[in-house]
């Protein structure tokens, strides 16, 4: 692909890739961006909570049509986080000891989205222990080693440090392809320096601490001086601003820590392999069960039998807004 076929699309790689493009599901951050983007709702029947579920059939409904075209994925997964306790809690007890319970209406909705991924032919995964991002990340890395490529559906700012090497992220909400240049715009680092900023900033969400007062330009630009979080601790003495000097020399533990709590593994003993996250389409009895128990009746009219049509093209070709930089290859 030449940089000027790159000016006039904006897809998540390439359309002539290798034979192996999985496409991964941060299906965790959609379930809380459907509860929070839609006003309640119950199943008539019986009052039980589902406008959750509603709003993640709607998102995974437009990803899988928008999906069909020659760029598409030949692998699909959802994935999930399993438990709030995983093995970063052993190595700082507070890791998101801040957050609050899930709302009570939407916690009989965590079991009903799983059935409904698979209502729609796509795998679901998890694991005990680890986070989604560490699935997401141990299997971009499966795929990049393989030779294939990855696109991590999620706009999570945790998961852009896996970006390259075949590797990007899309954005479902602004159908948006987010590699190196976009992570720059924003944070003013490349990717390969998202982990080591984000142990500088740190994580209020997440209850990762990091340098106090030290936020992303200001991290952004020590990183530009000093290339990488390790010289820069070596060299904090060097650094004529007392406050931020004494900051990073006072809690260079404290950040070192912070880096390994943001840090995503590669190695995650993953319970499922790629290739069984082939994409299919759904059963349509198995679907159709589901939306009709759901009572999702315009959703069920708009999906008909839950098999949506091949495109010469897809949501990703043929972009008004040119990139400034090549795609992926």
Partial sequence: MTDADADTTDRPLTQDGPALRLWMIDASAYIFRAYHALPPLTRKSDGLPVGAVQGYCNMLWKLIRDMKGPDGPTHLVAIFDHSEKTFRNEMYDQYKANRSAPPEDLIPQFPLVRDATRAFGVHCVELPGYEADDLIATYACRARDAGGEAVIV?????????????????????????????????????????????????????????????????????????????????????????KRRETLINFRDQILLSRELVRLTCDAPAPETIDEFIVKDPDPEVLGAFLDEMEFRSLRNRVGDGKAPAKSDSAFTARPKPLTAPVIT
């Fill in 154 to 242: 999620s706009s999570d700012k945790d998961l852009m440090q896996l970006i390259g090497g075949g590797v990007v992220m899309w954005d479902p909400m602004k159908d948006r392809r987010l590699a190196e240049p976009e992570v720059f715009e924003k944070f003013g680092v490349g990717p390969d320096k998202m982990i080591d900023l984000q142990a500088l900033i740190g994580d209020s969400v997440d209850n990762v601490p990091g340098a106090p007062g030290i936020g992303p330009k200001t991290a952004a630009q020590l990183l530009d001086e000093y290339g990488d979080l390790d010289t820069l601790l070596e060299r904090a003495g060097e650094i004529k601003q007392p």
